[in-house]
């Protein structure tokens, strides 16, 4: 004895199996509707991005006492230069003294902005002969968790102590995972988008460096905040008859 099912293809129709037992009907999945009406959609708008405040920055270890002026500690994240290729450009990185290898992690707040769609992360940049630019240091992070926190708490005692014990998990501690993903190896900033979140804090954890490196940095972090879509017929012009 055999069972013959016939299989419609085309979108909307029933998928009807004919068989000895009987006629068996499987109704189509409804297509998605998308957002209901009046409900706004956002989107990234990196051309906006802002640094968080300079005062919200934490990291599990910074070299402040192994660099010059205010290289290795992460108030260099925000500061005034351009955040572009050159031996001057400043950096945050690890405690490359203590050895401490990945993961590590940085945290921020949401540079004023009720929604985040993003972050823009540029590498501290690697120099070749003559002062020029390379590529992005080595120990960018090859993958990386971006977590939002609806309140400013990694720097918590209980938090702080335990976010290592729990980096390969997609929520903890009122944090959830937004993205995941890895950076290049270029000096370029780097823009990383994701579903819109009222966050915050936001947490870059870094699990492993480009090329096997102990170590973390970046020159320049900003957040990139979500812009609402102009609805249909809200534009301006007149319209013709």
Known sequence: MTHRTLLAAASGVAVVGLALMGVGTIPAQAADPGPASGTPVYDAAPDQAKHP???????DSSADT???GINGT??????????TPGQDTTFWITDWSAHAAYPHALA???AGFDKVCGITYTSRPTYGSGNTA????KDSPASYKIFA?????LTNETWTSQWKDHVGEDSFEKAHLVKQGGFAETND???VTFDPVAAKQLVVVGTKSLQGKNEMSAADIKVVPCVAQAEPGTGSGDSSL
């Open 149 to 153: 926190l609806p309140e400013k708490t």
């Open 189 to 191: 900033p780097q823009v």
């Open 74 to 83: 992460v108030a260099a994240l925000v500061d005034s230069d351009p955040a």
């Open 53 to 59: 405040s300079a005062d919200s920055l934490w990291a």
């Open 66 to 68: 192994h660099e010059p």
């Open 134 to 137: 390379t590529t992005g240091a």
């Open 108 to 110: 921020f707040d949401n």
